[in-house]
């Protein structure tokens, strides 16, 4: 074998040359495993560092009415302060604003200043029927095993569907400059849409988790639309 390898075997060099090149040998096998168990760690971090992971594992929370689990893959605040800027912002302008319910424009306006009660009130109250619809089993598809939010801006959510919340088709990430961007879909069993959604997912802490939605400005204009369909 060592012939074989351009090596020359054991009887054509004396005692200490052959126990030189059997330690070599052995230095040189040790060498290649290290670096084989090297790379399998490495692949195997890359592959518990998949992007697509935390999303996968955000719905599968839902299913299982795991708020914690959620929170854990899903920022929901810094998501929730995104949409409510966009919305603010579309209060503030006199031709957008004229698709909102007066209520609903007035409280955007108000939640403008980051200083008043209104702002926080909205995030909370948002919050609350985000978590609450989970936690209930209602966006699993279940019965809700607990009753709806009675908060003050309940009638606000009075319309909006409590139907399985379903995310299908998570596509492949590609790399931007603030993580990584992933495609999905997710599918409102209440009303029967589906939502293609561009999830920007960060490092935080070393786990990969969901910070922000790249596409929210088309989707709340796709919601918006919705509505204006089903107003009588």
């Known amino acids: 074998m060592l012939k074989f390898l351009g090596l020359p075997c054991a009887r054509a060099v004396n005692g200490g040359a052959a126990a030189r ?3 070599a040998l052995g230095r040189c096998g040790a060498g290649v495993l290290l670096l084989a168990v090297m790379v399998f760690q490495a692949g195997f971090a890359f592959a518990t560092a998949d992007p697509r992971q935390c ?15 959620f929170e854990k893959q899903v920022d929901v605040d810094a998501i ?3 949409a409510l800027n966009l919305f603010v912002r579309r209060a503030q302008d006199p031709e957008a604003a004229k698709d909102l319910p007066p209520m609903v424009a007035l409280l955007f306006t108000q939640a403008a200043s980051k200083e008043g009660n209104v702002r926080s009130l909205l995030l909370n109250e948002t919050r609350s029927f985000v978590l609450n619809g989970i936690s209930s089993g209602a966006f699993a598809g279940k019965k809700p095993s607990a009753t709806a939010s ?17 995310i299908k088709n998570v596509g492949q990430p590609r ?3 603030e993580g990584w961007l992933v495609p999905f879909v997710v599918h409102d069993g209440g009303n029967g849409e589906s939502y293609d ?36």
């Open 21 to 23: 090149l059997q330690y």
């Open 55 to 69: 999303i996968l594992e955000a719905g599968s929370a839902v299913d299982k009415s795991d708020v914690a689990a």
């Open 80 to 82: 929730l302060e995104q």
């Open 150 to 166: 009675q908060g003050l801006l309940a009638p606000l959510f009075a319309d909006a569907s409590t139907g399985r919340k379903e």
């Open 175 to 177: 790399r931007d400059g």
């Open 197 to 232: 959604v561009t999830g920007r997912v960060t490092s935080v802490n070393g786990a990969m988790r969901l910070t922000s939605v790249a596409n929210m400005e088309s989707l709340l204009r796709k919601v918006a639309a919705e509505s204006r369909a089903v107003e009588p």
